[in-house]
């Protein structure tokens, strides 16, 4: 079935939202990880009794990477035929917002999480500031996820 709201290449925007939501935010995801966790380790050579108080940079950048995998998931669900071409444009919108959304976020945490973690070895004190700040650099990919689902609950409804 092909028409001019119905093209046989409409999927492919919603394939691209898919695929957005996940690399964007896996990637977001990883480089929080991987720089806080070197903070980790830098730190864990003086301080081994922090590793575990420290580890809270590494949990909250691993849920940036379950935002994109909820959109990712609910996109994919959603490419059933007929689609249109508003439909796969609004997922694709919904995958860019979650994913450059949790990238940002991704790269926030890292920072804020390897200097927080080294700081917080030579000044316990700093402990509090170091998570009020990951929550506000994670609450920047919350954002992006409300977005996505607001984007996705109107292609549903466009169906």
Do not use: C, W
């Not at 108080?53 to 669900?77: D, E, F, N, Q, W």
């Not at 508003?86 to 919108?93: D, I, K, P, S, T």
């Not at 004190?125 to 984007?151: D, N, P, T």
């Amino acid at each position: 079935m092909s028409s001019d709201t119905h093209p046989v290449y409409a999927p492919f925007f919603g394939v691209i939202g898919a695929s957005s939501a996940m690399i964007f935010s896996a990637l977001g995801a990883a480089y929080g990880t991987a720089k806080s966790g070197a903070g980790i380790a830098a730190m864990a050579v003086m301080r081994p009794d922090l590793i575990m108080k420290s580890i809270i940079p590494v949990v909250m950048a691993g849920i940036i990477g379950i935002y994109g995998v909820v959109v990712g998931a609910l996109i994919s669900t959603s490419l059933t035929m007929p689609y249109s071409l508003y439909q796969g444009f609004l997922h694709m919108g919904a995958g860019l917002a979650v994913g450059l959304s949790g990238l940002a976020a991704g790269f926030a945490i890292g920072v804020v999480g390897d200097s927080g973690v080294r700081g917080q070895a030579q000044q316990p004190r700093l402990f509090v500031g170091m998570v009020l700040i990951l929550i506000f650099a994670e609450v920047l990919g919350l954002y992006g996820l409300i977005v996505s689902l607001i984007l996705i609950g109107k292609a549903a409804s466009a169906a």
